[in-house]
């Protein structure tokens, strides 16, 4: 008997009345409640497939097949294909079969509706709905936990011990974000079959779940691989285990692992990267064929822009704290390169200087207004006509990408700069990363040397802050590592008025590839900007302080007095709360002495002098 016939047979027995009609067979739907006046005009159609063995829909009360069906004591696997193993009913009439492959193998599985004839190899997770989702709902009328699982069979298993439970209609991967929003204000058990696939799904599930979930567990079976397996094994739902932790650590290591790979797609995607730019730069033949022996070499002097302190084609770092005459050196730096009449030509008055004769200065200004700026060269006695300003304070920084540096290079060519000023560091580095990191600032300081030598300049000075001590550079090591000089500016630590009337006067030194210059004080004139070395080294300077600092209080002890001896005046000095070493102590004396501010004599029989005042 073919499995319409068995249908037929079914609705004749029920009393429902089917009859031949075009296309096959009419009756009255079994569904009998859902029907007014009991559907005295049959709207159930059924007819034969070509793929599917009976296919029917009620156009009354549009019931699944499933339970029509089973109004008539029948279930799916009576009108299913021949060689079907399993077959499961979703909510909207959709027919889904298991089937043994030919020759072996994994099984698989086919879509069919039973509405019309129509077959597809597979669904979408997005559309199809859950297996048995009806359940859901019913989770939610009576407050009672829903579980997820891989498989039909797994789910007919716990419905089996009555428990609520649903599926993804495609398996573990048909999963996806939008289904998580179903399980909103549920209690959730989660628990895919315990394999890798399984995983994936508990991983996504967990995920899209979670946020909408009254309360989420996940566990994992431990008789067999999945739910049914586990039951028939003799287990029971409460030896499945939480896995909750388990499964935390395990995806963070997993994404560890995902980053750790990225990482290492981006380093050698970077390393490809260089290698593919630098097989293009003809620069990369001229760097390596640079080499020369040096018996072949002849020498040549060093040229020097700046004597001592900043040599042709070299690189010099200007180190300051805040507020401490940075740009004021600046502009000393640049009358010094394009005027004659700067102090025969040096700068600060002591280092003698190479005139730029056939270029330009051009200075990146990221910190002074532009108003201010042209103000101070001007007024610093800088030829105007020999320095190109670019006012970057607030703009986008141009030495941050490819594009900005090489518009940089063309227009600093075009204004022919054979010197750059960058003022400061802090703001031309902007957009490399942390200038605490010793491989952002090589890039910065290698990105700014190849947009310098496709330019043409050929000196590089660059201002920057000092560390909260004002002493030393702030920021990576590989900074102060990169120019041929450091030249520090920075207060002095002994407070004393200077030859000018203000306090706390600058100190200069450098420490250069020629050798250090010592530190020596500064001197400033306001109105011309004129920064000079004063022939005075710091530490004479101090000592001169010191000297100042203490005569009030030696002038007062020897008051009065007829002699003090040295020791007798050191004691005066360090009761004072004052340190004194001796040497300095005989210095201060004699030059004291010199002054005329005491006299100094041995008395008869003694051998060694006091002192006292005139």
Known sequence: MSKLNVVLEALSRGGYSPRSVKGGYQARCPMTALHNNGDKHPSLSIGEGQTQPVIMTCFGCHSPAADILAALGLTLADICANGAKASYAYSDNLLKTRHARNGGGKDYYQWTTLEKDGVSSGRSGAIAPFYRQELIAEAKRLDRPIWVCEGESDTDT???????????????????????????????????????????????????????????????????????????????????????????????????????????????????????????????????DSGRFVADTKIRPVEWRIDQLLPVNGRALVVAAKKTGKTTLTVALMRALTSTDWVGGNFMGRFPCSPIEMGNIGLLSFEMPDEMMHDWIRRGGVNPNRVMVWPLRGRTNP????????????????????????????????????????????????????????????????????????????????????????????????????????????????????????????????????????????????????GSAIWDVVHAGMDGVGGRSRNDIARIIRSSGQTIRDEDLAVHLARWETDGQVVRHTPPGKRWPVYHLP
């Open 399 to 546: 030495l941050a990408s490819t594009v900005g540096r090489s518009g940089l290079a063309k227009r600093l060519s075009d204004g022919q700069c054979t010197l750059l000023i960058i003022d400061t560091f802090s703001k031309a580095f902007i957009g490399f990363g942390d200038e605490n990191d010793n491989g952002a600032v090589n890039t910065w300081c290698a990105a700014v040397d190849e947009m310098a030598a496709e330019a043409g300049v050929s000196e590089i000075v660059v201002n920057h802050h000092a560390n909260a001590g004002g002493r030393q550079s702030r920021g990576a090591t590989a900074l102060p590592a990169w120019p041929d000089s450091v030249w520090y500016l920075h207060r002095s630590s002994v407070g004393r008025e200077d030859d000018e009337g203000g306090a706390d006067p600058r100190i200069f030194h450098a420490e250069t590839r020629a050798g250090d210059i010592e530190a020596e004080i500064t001197t400033f004139d306001p109105d011309t900007l004129n920064v000079r070395m004063s022939g005075q080294t710091y530490s004479q300077w101090k000592l001169e302080a010191k």
């Open 158 to 288: 716990l419905i089996g011990l009555g428990h609520l439970a649903v599926s993804p209609p495609d398996g573990a991967g048909s999963f996806n974000d939008e289904h998580g929003v179903l399980f909103a204000g549920l209690r959730v058990n989660l628990i895919p079959d315990d394999d890798d696939a399984g995983r994936n799904m508990m991983a996504t599930a967990s995920e899209a779940i979670r946020p909408f979930a009254k309360s989420l567990t996940l566990l994992r079976p431990t008789r067999g691989n999945d739910v049914r397996e586990h039951i028939e094994a003799g287990g029971d739902v409460a030896e499945f285990e939480d896995v909750a932790v388990a499964f935390a650590r395990a995806a963070h290591e997993a994404a560890v692992a995902r980053e750790a790979t990225k990482e290492r797609i981006r380093t050698e995607g970077r390393a490809r990267a260089a290698d593919d730019a630098a097989s293009e730069d003809p620069r990369l033949l001229e760097a390596l």
